[in-house]
């Protein structure tokens, strides 16, 4: 893993730079679409739960709004609205893993379903920045850089910051790619910012 940052300094670098009006107005990112990643190493997954909740808060406490958005608890929650909680759960004892992983991404395909339930959430509550956390729990029917590239045209007047268990790589000659747990490098993303890198 090459994420360097140990939990406190991390914690302590989200928060200045969350709350300053540099990021929340959208300043130096060239015309970008304001997305940044959060780098962690996937061993510190309970711990960035934490403090991810402890973030909301204290955020809160000085008038930003974050708008965390889980994916697997917003997964979850799609197969229960479309009424097929239960018969994934069935399938998944009897199944082939990849007739279960056809399925899941049938039924959770960003275009069609994952997106659109965002921009609800997004157009139904007030917020300064959004979260994008749960990504590792989702892995492989859900893929971080198809969430992305999708919800560019939904989530781009505020900053989003996704929670990355592995690293976000950038090399000359392969561009850059989101490493997801530090193992698997086959999701090329972009056009986000490292908010570790990101000063204010």
Avoid: W
């Avoid at 759960?89 to 399925?103: G, N």
């Avoid at 198809?146 to 900053?159: C, E, F, G, I, Y």
């Avoid at 850059?176 to 890198?197: M, Q």
């Amino acid at each position: 893993m090459t994420v360097s940052m140990n939990a406190k300094d991390r914690f302590d670098h989200l928060l200045k730079v969350i709350s300053s009006e540099r990021f929340l107005t959208k300043q130096g990112l060239g015309n970008e679409v304001p997305f940044f990643i959060c780098p962690y190493d996937p061993v510190e997954a309970f711990e960035v739960d934490g403090d991810l909740r402890r973030l909301v808060k204290q955020l809160a406490n000085i008038s930003v709004k974050a708008l965390d958005i889980n994916l697997y608890d917003l997964s979850l929650a799609l197969l229960k609205d479309r009424g097929i909680l239960d018969e994934v759960f069935s399938i998944e004892e009897q199944s082939a893993k990849d007739e279960l992983k056809e399925l899941l991404q049938s039924v959770l395909d960003p275009v069609a379903h994952l997106i659109p339930k965002i921009a609800q959430i997004i157009a139904a509550t007030p917020h300064d920045v959004i979260f994008l956390s749960g990504i590792g729990e989702v892995y492989p029917y859900v893929r971080s850089h198809n969430v992305l590239n999708n919800l560019q045209s939904t989530a781009k007047d505020r900053p989003t910051v996704l929670f990355f268990p592995g690293n976000y790589a950038h090399a000359l000659a392969t561009g850059a790619s989101l490493d997801l747990f530090g193992l698997l490098h086959d999701d090329k993303y972009y056009r986000a910012f490292n908010i570790l890198n990101f000063e204010v």
